[in-house]
């Protein structure tokens, strides 16, 4: 059975993947929509940037982010000038860690789900008298529903299993910001692997679980007429 400890740890993951796939959902469908019927000099930068999370070592990215969201940092100097405390080591500081690291497994499968789109759908819609906001919800959204299954899935199954970033940005601090990856992490560095093996499993085997819900999902959807 988990510990109490571990069990706020596994809740306290799940709250972060939950809010981050949510906020993740919310700001890079626009932002996939854009870049793939965007045409602007310098959009191949920007796709990099987007996609760089993917690359870029987590303690890199984590690293950057402490020194920005640090008091000594512009933005942490920025909200401590506004009256409020900075980022680093609370859970706020996660969600924005978290939502940076797991944008491009979010943004990539919508930008590919819209893409197969192709116009003649949106065009049609536009002979109907559609305006860009129905052809968006009406047409793109439906057709792109198994991009959505997909980006919800991997973003939500990537951050819970992150760590280098959250362990810079937000510490160890048990009940607070200490996630089921570095629960395990210091597990196994105090030789307990029984712990370490019921977070472990419960870990792999929620991973396949969501990977089996996107594959389900999209077999489903894909026997279904849009």
């Not at 609370?90 to 924005?96: D, K």
């Not at 200490?178 to 307990?192: G, T």
């Amino acid at each position: 059975m988990l510990s109490d400890a571990d069990l706020t740890a596994l809740l306290l993951t799940l709250r972060l993947a939950a809010v981050t796939t949510l906020i993740l959902l919310v700001l890079g469908t626009p932002l996939a929509w854009w870049l793939v019927h965007a045409r602007f000099r310098g959009k191949a930068v920007l796709e990099a940037i987007v996609a760089l999370p993917l690359v870029l070592p987590p303690t890199v990215l984590g690293f950057y982010l402490l020194l920005a969201l640090g008091p000594d940092g512009p933005i942490g100097r920025l909200m401590l000038a506004l009256g409020s405390q900075p980022l680093v080591f609370t859970f706020s500081g996660l969600v924005v860690g978290s939502v940076i690291y797991s944008l491009p497994f979010v943004v990539q499968p919508l930008q590919n789900a819209f893409n197969l789109i192709g116009k003649a759908p949106l065009e049609a819609a536009a002979t109907l008298r559609a305006g860009p906001w129905d052809r968006f919800f009406t047409v793109a959204v439906p057709l792109a529903r198994r991009g959505f299954v997909t980006a919800a899935t991997l973003g939500f199954a990537h951050t819970l299993g992150e760590f280098g970033v959250v362990l810079m940005l937000g510490g160890n601090i048990p009940g607070r910001t200490q996630v089921v990856s570095i629960a395990i992490y210091d597990h196994v560095e105090a030789l307990n692997y029984d712990s370490a093996h019921m977070l472990a499993g419960t870990l792999l085997l929620l991973s396949f679980l969501l990977l089996f819900v996107v594959y389900a999902a999209n077999r489903r959807i894909g026997v279904v007429k849009p």
